[in-house]
Structure formats: structure tokens, C-alpha cells
Nanobody, 116 residues
Framework: VQLQASGGGLVQVGGSLRLSCKASGRIFSNNIMGWYRQAPGEQRDKVAT???????RYVDSVKGRFTISRDNALNTMYLEMNSLKLEDTAVYYCMYRSLGYAKEYWGQGTLVTVSS
């Protein structure tokens, strides 16, 4: 499985960005995808996940501001980010895992920089 993330950039506090992650290769119908982020000097943390059935989970810090979604026909996942804060600055990575398997696949990351 290959993942291609895009959509990062520079945005001011309070602004919005939409990230996309296109999956290709051997995609199983039952899977989970997610967005993680890693700020400079920090560990990679989970932001949000979405199952192939549409079940979503968010870390508390982004609830009400970020929305994760996916288009299964296009094998593409999205992260709509609104009301961005300085602390949202990070490299955002997308992840794919087939349900029932432990192996995770990762995209290359896309940088989101929130400035004041």
C-alpha cells in the first residue's frame, strides 16, 4: 500500500486547510485510516481515525475544529482543519491499516505551519 499526502501549507491562526491522502495498491475493503502529526522535537501523535465504515475518533485537542472523512471509491481520506492554532503546527502523516492485520502503512507527511 502506498499513501500520498498533500494539502499542507502556511496558514494564519484561525485559518483553514484541507489535507488529502490518496491510497493505492492492495487496499482491503475493511480498513482503518488516520491522520497523525509530529511537531518538532515531539513524538508522533494520533489526530483522528476513520474506519472504512465511517466510524471516526478524534483527539480531544482537535474536536470541534477538525473533521476527518473519506471517499472509499477514490481510496482517499481527508482532514478538514478549521480554527487552526499555533500548536497545530506539525508534519501531518496519513496511515492505513487493514483490519485484522498489524502492519501499518505511512505516507510521506505534509507540513502544516500555523503562523501568528
Amino acid at each position: 500500500v502506498q499513501l500520498q499526502a498533500s494539502g499542507g501549507g502556511l496558514v494564519q491562526v484561525g485559518g483553514s486547510l484541507r489535507l488529502s491522502c490518496k491510497a493505492s495498491g492492495r487496499i482491503f475493503s475493511n480498513n482503518i485510516m488516520g491522520w497523525y502529526r509530529q511537531a518538532p522535537g515531539e513524538q508522533r501523535d494520533k489526530v483522528a481515525t476513520i474506519s472504512s465504515g465511517g466510524n471516526t475518533r478524534y483527539v480531544d485537542s482537535v474536536k470541534g475544529r477538525f473533521t476527518i472523512s473519506r471517499d472509499n471509491a477514490l481510496n482517499t481520506m481527508y482532514l478538514e482543519m478549521n480554527s487552526l492554532k499555533l500548536e497545530d503546527t506539525a508534519v501531518y502523516y496519513c496511515m492505513y491499516r487493514s483490519l485484522g492485520y498489524a502492519k501499518e502503512y505511512w505516507g510521506q507527511g505534509t507540513l502544516v505551519t500555523v503562523s501568528s
